[in-house]
C-alpha cells in the first residue's frame, strides 16, 4: 500500500520582518507536512512564530514589514507562495479555513451569525439564498448549537464566548475544507468551555474528514486530539513527532519544560506546583548564539551549547530533535519525569470524573473549583491514553 502524499508541504520556510529596529527572523527555516485526515498541533510560547507560520500558508503575513524570504509551501502539490491572489482567495475558506483565537474579531457585529456563514457558503459554491442559510443552520447544529433556526438570527454580541467559538467552527467547517488551521480556538474560553470545544472541533474535522492544524502554548491542549506535534522555539522548530513520542520520549530540554507547565497532578507528593520554564522567550530581533534555547536550558554544557546551532536531528522516520545531545543514550528520560506523565494522565480521568475515587488528588485550581468536571475533559484526557490512536485519512 503507498502512503498518501502530504495534503500540506511546508518546506524550509523563511518569514522575516523588516522594521526599524532591524530584522525580526519570526519564521526562521520552518518544515513540516500535513497529511490528509490527521490532526496536526503546533506549541510553543508566545511570540515562537506559530502564528505568523500558519498566516504565510494563508498568504495573510502583512508584506511590509513582512516578506517570505524563502521557502516552499505545497498545497496539493501547488506552491502557494506562486499563487495568483485569486487562487489564493479561492483556497481560503473553501480548501483551507482558519479559527482565529478570539471570534469577535473575525465575527462582523452587523450580521446575524446565520447570515455570515451563509455568506461564506455562497461566495464559494453556486447556491441559492435558501440552500445557503439551510447548509448554516445544519453547521450551527453541528456545532452543538442548540435551536439553530432561531439562534441563526442572533448577532454576535447575543452569544457567549463558547457559542461565539463554535460559531466561528460552524463557519469554519461550512465549505467543507480540507484543512482547517485552528490557532489557539480556546484560549479565551475556561476550561469547561475548553473541553467542549476541542471536543466539537473534533467532530466537526471527522464529519467534513478534514485534516486540523492545532496550534496552541499548551501541549495539554494538544494531548487528546493530535496525531502528530512539532514543538516551536524562537522561529524553529525544535521536536516533532507523534503524540505519545513527545509526551512520553522527549528528546529536547524545551519539550521537557512544556510538559512540565502542565498542571501537575502528582502535587500530593511532595506539594510540588507548576514548574514554567525559567527565563523569558528571546528576542526575535536577536536570537542567542549557538542553540537558542541555551540561556534557559538547565542542560547547556556552557560551550557548544553557546557556539554552536544544533540541526534538527533525525531520531527515526518523522521524529527530529534539535539538541546536541538528542542521541545520547538516557537523555529522553531524565528521572521519574516520564513515568509522571504517564500517571498523571490516569490521575486526572479519575480525578475528573469521579472525586470520591481520588480525593487526595490537587486538581488543577480551575478544575477544583467546579463542583461537576465535564466528562467531555475525561474523553479528551482519555484519547491522549491511546497509543498509537490515527484517524482514517481521506484517501
Ligand atoms: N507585524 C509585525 N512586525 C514585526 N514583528 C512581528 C510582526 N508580527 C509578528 N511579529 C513577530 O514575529 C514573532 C512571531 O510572532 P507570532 O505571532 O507568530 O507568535 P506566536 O507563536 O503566534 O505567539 P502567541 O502565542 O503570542 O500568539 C514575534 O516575535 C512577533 O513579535
Ligand atoms: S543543545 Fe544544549 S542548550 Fe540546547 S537544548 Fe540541547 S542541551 Fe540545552
Ligand atoms: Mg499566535
Given at each position: 500500500m503507498t502512503e498518501p502524499e502530504p495534503l500540506l508541504s511546508v518546506r524550509d520556510l523563511r518569514t522575516h520582518f523588516h522594521t526599524d529596529a532591524g530584522v525580526v527572523k519570526a519564521v526562521d527555516g520552518v518544515s513540516f507536512d500535513v497529511m490528509p485526515g490527521e490532526v496536526f498541533g503546533i506549541v510553543g510560547e508566545s511570540g515562537s512564530g506559530k502564528s505568523i507560520t500558519a498566516m504565510s500558508i494563508l498568504g495573510l503575513v502583512p508584506m511590509p514589514p513582512g516578506r517570505i524570504e524563502s521557502g516552499e509551501i505545497l498545497w496539493k502539490g501547488t506552491d502557494l507562495l506562486s499563487a495568483t491572489d485569486a487562487d489564493l482567495r479561492r483556497i481560503r475558506g473553501k480548501e483551507i479555513s482558519m479559527i482565529f483565537q478570539d471570534p469577535m474579531t473575525s465575527l462582523n457585529p452587523v450580521y446575524t451569525i446565520g447570515q455570515q456563514i451563509a455568506e461564506i457558503v455562497r461566495v464559494h459554491n453556486d447556491v441559492s439564498k435558501q440552500e445557503a442559510r439551510d447548509r448554516a443552520i445544519e453547521m450551527l447544529e453541528l456545532v452543538g448549537i442548540p435551536r439553530p433556526e432561531q439562534r441563526a438570527n442572533d448577532?454576535?454580541?447575543?452569544?457567549?464566548?463558547?457559542?461565539?467559538?463554535?460559531?466561528?467552527?460552524?463557519?469554519?467547517?461550512?465549505?467543507?475544507?480540507?484543512?482547517?488551521?485552528a490557532d489557539e480556538p480556546t484560549t479565551a474560553l475556561d476550561v469547561t468551555i475548553q473541553?467542549?470545544?476541542?471536543?466539537?472541533?473534533?467532530?466537526?474535522?471527522?464529519?467534513?474528514?478534514?485534516?486540523?492544524?492545532?496550534?496552541?502554548?499548551?501541549?495539554?491542549?494538544?494531548?487528546?486530539?493530535?496525531?502528530?506535534?512539532?514543538?516551536?522555539?524562537?522561529g524553529q522548530i525544535v521536536e516533532t513527532g507523534a503524540i505519545d513520542e513527545i509526551f512520553y520520549e522527549p528528546r529536547m530540554p524545551y519539550t521537557w519544560g512544556l510538559l512540565e507547565s502542565i498542571p501537575r497532578l502528582d502535587q500530593r507528593r511532595?506539594?510540588?506546583?507548576?514548574?514554567?520554564?525559567?527565563?523569558?522567550?528571546?528576542?526575535?530581533?536577536?536570537?542567542?548564539?549557538?542553540?537558542?534555547?541555551?540561556?534557559?536550558?538547565?542542560?547547556?554544557?556552557?560551550?557548544?551549547?553557546?557556539?554552536?546551532?544544533?540541526?534538527?536531528?533525525?531520531?527515526?522516520?518523522?521524529?527530529?530533535?534539535?539538541?546536541?545531545?538528542?542521541?545520547q543514550p538516557g537523555w529522553y528520560s531524565p528521572g521519574e519525569r516520564l513515568a509522571v506523565a504517564e500517571v498523571e494522565w490516569d490521575v486526572l480521568i479519575v480525578a475528573a470524573t469521579d472525586r470520591s475515587a481520588a480525593p487526595d488528588v490537587d486538581l488543577p485550581d480551575d478544575l477544583a473549583a467546579r463542583e461537576q468536571v465535564p466528562e467531555t475533559l475525561a474523553d479528551a484526557l482519555t484519547a491522549s491514553q491511546k497509543p498509537g490512536r490515527r484517524r482514517s485519512r481521506k484517501s
Open positions: 448577532y454576535p454580541h447575543q452569544f457567549s464566548g463558547g457559542m461565539r467559538q463554535r460559531a466561528m467552527i460552524a463557519m469554519a467547517i461550512a465549505c467543507d475544507p480540507d484543512l482547517l488551521i473541553a467542549q470545544i476541542l471536543e466539537v472541533l473534533q467532530h466537526a474535522s471527522e464529519e467534513t474528514n478534514s485534516s486540523i492544524i492545532l496550534i496552541t502554548h499548551d501541549l495539554g491542549v494538544v494531548a487528546g486530539m493530535a496525531d502528530r506535534v512539532a514543538v516551536m522555539y524562537a511532595g506539594g510540588r506546583r507548576l514548574q514554567p520554564i525559567s527565563g523569558s522567550p528571546p528576542s526575535m530581533l536577536r536570537p542567542p548564539s549557538g542553540c537558542r534555547f541555551h540561556p534557559r536550558c538547565p542542560y547547556s554544557d556552557g560551550d557548544r551549547c553557546v557556539s554552536d546551532e544544533p540541526s534538527l536531528i533525525e531520531l527515526r522516520f518523522d521524529r527530529q530533535a534539535r539538541c546536541h545531545y538528542a542521541l
